[in-house]
């Protein structure tokens, strides 16, 4: 079955400098969520989008913005990288379809950013 | 709000042993559960997960987990450990269609041979 799939896997990047994270969400998912795992940490959920709309946010950067696009993938973009936004970055997708699957969210491989 | 807890960072059990992980939660709405696993340099892949059906949920790779209203837990366990279980685990929580997931903490499982 297809998976949700994210580009680059990894990326290394100097401080100050952007970032673009790419995400392609399951096949007739309409949402996607971005969250941040931290060296030793759990996830954090950083924003989300339903239907190209953003459906919540959380603990994201100013510096950070994300969006949807009409063919439902999502790109995160990362500017004046700083040491500390060094993490696996994962994405996920879900289906908005009534149903048992509705509310299981499929995650990604992640892009491992290190910012030097 | 909603938030996880996971009792013990690192768990250590032998090969053919009870697994047992723990999961408590607090949410002031009925919550969905999961389990997910992330095996080294990998991403999260779905364990299983309640979404108020029944309240033991059986997974993949032989894992279940029992949600106890009562107890506010989700523990998950797999009757006999193999050495492919090695990896961390996560119980997330959301509280409706759509929402973000909260994680707890994450549990490493090492299995001894």
């Known amino acids: 079955a297809a998976g949700v799939i994210q580009s680059p896997r990894h990326l290394i990047k100097e401080k100050r400098e952007t970032a673009t994270l790419k995400c392609y969400p399951i096949?007739?998912?309409?949402?996607v969520y971005w969250y941040q795992q931290g060296p030793g940490q759990d996830p954090q959920f950083l924003i989300s989008f339903y239907e190209k709309m953003q459906s919540d946010k959380g603990s994201i950067p100013d510096r950070f913005s994300a969006q949807q696009f009409s063919d439902y993938h999502s790109e995160l973009n990362m500017s004046s990288l700083e040491l500390g936004d060094s993490a696996l970055y994962f994405c996920?997708?879900?289906?908005?379809?009534?149903?048992?699957?509705?509310?299981?969210?499929?995650f990604g491989p992640g892009t491992r950013l290190l910012v030097l | 709000a909603q938030s996880v807890t996971q009792l013990g960072s690192h768990v250590s059990v032998s090969e053919g042993a009870l697994v047992l992980l723990r999961c408590n939660y607090s949410s002031s709405v009925p919550p969905y559960l999961f389990w997910y696993v992330q095996y080294p340099n990998q991403g999260l892949q779905l364990l299983l997960k309640?979404?108020?059906?029944?309240?033991l949920v059986k997974g993949i790779n032989g894992f279940e987990a029992e949600f106890k209203k009562s107890e506010t837990s989700f523990h998950l366990t797999k009757p006999s450990a193999h050495m492919s279980d090695a990896a961390e685990y996560f119980c997330a929580v959301s509280q409706a269609a759509g929402n973000k997931l909260t994680f707890g903490g994450g549990t490493r499982v090492l299995v001894k041979p």
């Open positions: 096949p007739r998912h309409d949402t």
């Open positions: 309640y979404t108020s059906a029944a309240t």
């Open positions: 996920a997708s879900s289906t908005g379809l009534a149903g048992v699957e509705e509310e299981t969210q499929y």
